[in-house]
């Protein structure tokens, strides 16, 4: 059996594949709850709002960075590019697991600036 790190580096790469219906019928409690601040309530809705940026931003590119896991959550930082040309943002999406399914799901993001001095970030 996968542990919850894999579960949640497996949902999110295939979202990023564009394969969101197989990502939420494998790993996500339709019963649950996301605390995405611009979708409506519910994972069908936010299902249907990745379907939509999948069409919109075909070749996105998804790197994780870390994974952490405590009990039953994990969190998943990582740098995503809508196009291969932009700085991209800076994602944490963190989950909290069930039975082995995403039954809470919560996300953020930092836009990386063109011009940013710190001279620590690699981006």
């Known amino acids: 059996m996968k542990d919850q790190k894999q579960l949640a ?4 790469k295939l979202v990023i594949a564009d394969k969101i219906d197989e990502a939420y019928q ?5 019963k649950g709850k996301h605390h995405n601040v611009f979708f409506l309530a519910g994972f069908s809705e936010l299902q249907k709002a990745m379907k939509d940026n999948g069409l919109q931003f075909p070749n ?32 944490i999406h963190l989950f909290r697991f069930k039975n082995n399914k995403i039954i809470e799901m919560w996300d953020c993001g930092q836009i990386i600036p063109e011009h940013s001095p710190n001279k620590d970030c690699p981006f």
């Open 26 to 30: 494998k790993y996500v409690d339709m």
């Open 60 to 91: 996105k590119i998804f790197e994780i960075k870390n994974i952490l896991n405590d009990n039953d959550l994990v969190a998943v930082h990582s740098h995503l590019r809508f196009k291969p040309e932009d700085k991209g943002m800076i994602t």
């Open 9 to 12: 580096r497996d949902f999110l």
